[in-house]
T-cell receptor
Framework: KAGVTQTPRYLIKTRGQQVTLSCSPISGHRSVSWYQQTPGQGLQFLFEYFSETQRNKGNFPGRFSGRQFSNSRSEMNVSTLELGDSALYLC???????????FGNGTRLTVT | GDSVTQMEGPVTLSEEAFLTINCTYT??????LFWYVQYPGEGLQLLLKATKADDKGSNKGFEATYRKETTSFHLEKGSVQVSDSAVYFC???????????????FGKGTKLSVKP
């Protein structure tokens, strides 16, 4: 069974640009969450989607947005990139709201 | 707000040594507690969990006991191996506050290096 797939693995963008990251959950999983991982702040929750609806949102500015499609695949978008957005972005999926999370290997975003 | 505090790393041990990674939490209500592990270049994997006070989670020789009186969930292993080298994260979720496992609060992580 394929795990959580995140694309691309690495991304380099320039300050001010926007970026879209993709996440394909494990087949059958309906819940997708996104986390930002940085050396300074650690792992911080971005948002969670369940059946195409955003269920929870973390404390991030409106430049960070996401969506989930009918096939449970999810994308997150960051507009007007800042240097501080450089991070590893992790996606996790689960069968339901109270089921264990399965993480992808992440997308490493570097903003120059 | 809710938070998790882990001991600062890195932790360096010799193979077969005893491991303890301290984790304490702050939360009202009744959080569920987790340990996740991240191997180099990979995402996080759930290592073990405990959902109520005095529960003991265990997996792959690792154990942690949910201590409500000390608000702690320390990770232990009796004999570590080189393959245990990774970053370990303590985390909590408050289901009674409308949280779900998609909305975990993580500690900063503790890097463990095991030398042969």
């Amino acid at each position: 069974k394929a795990g959580v797939t995140q694309t691309p693995r690495y991304l380099i963008k320039t300050r001010g640009q926007q970026v879209t990251l993709s996440c394909s959950p494990i087949s059958g999983h309906r819940s997708v969450s996104w986390y930002q991982q940085t050396p300074g702040q650690g792992l911080q929750f971005l948002f969670e989607y369940f059946s195409e609806t955003q269920r929870n949102k973390g404390n991030f500015p409106g430049r960070f947005s996401g969506r989930q499609f009918s096939n449970s695949r999810s994308e997150m978008n960051v507009s007007t990139l800042e240097l501080g957005d450089s991070a590893l972005y992790l996606c996790a999926s689960s069968l339901g709201l109270n089921s264990p999370l399965h993480f992808g290997n992440g997308t490493r975003l570097t903003v120059t | 707000g809710d938070s998790v505090t882990q001991m600062e790393g890195p932790v360096t041990l010799s193979e077969e040594a005893f491991l303890t990674i301290n984790c304490t939490y702050t939360a009202t209500g009744y959080p569920s507690l987790f340990w996740y592990v991240q191997y180099p270049g990979e995402g996080l994997q759930l290592l073990l969990k405990a959902t109520k006070a005095d529960d003991k989670g265990s997996n792959k020789g690792f154990e942690a006991t949910y201590r409500k009186e000390t608000t702690s969930f320390h990770l232990e292993k009796g004999s570590v191996q080189v393959s245990d080298s990774a970053v370990y994260f303590c985390a909590l979720i408050r289901f009674d506050y409308g949280g779900s496992q998609g909305n975990l609060i993580f500690g900063k992580g503790t890097k463990l290096s095991v030398k042969p």
